[in-house]
């Protein structure tokens, strides 16, 4: 998923330049990117919740 936002980021950019900021392209891959990067945030909550990934103690 990590590499996903990445991938959506410089698509984006991409889109953005070859577009000259009029298409809509720019606009979805950007808006994927900030699914994903949310999408990568709750499964870490989730993980910390459920025990998966381990807290950090002293």
């Not at 410089?10 to 949310?38: C, E, N």
């Amino acid at each position: 998923m990590l590499v996903g936002v990445v991938v959506c980021l410089f698509s984006g950019l991409f889109f953005l330049y070859r577009d000259r900021g009029q298409g809509v392209r720019a606009a979805r891959a950007l808006t994927l990117r900030i699914g994903l990067s949310i999408a990568i945030f709750a499964l870490l909550l989730i993980g910390f919740r459920f025990g998966l990934i381990p807290g950090y103690t002293q």
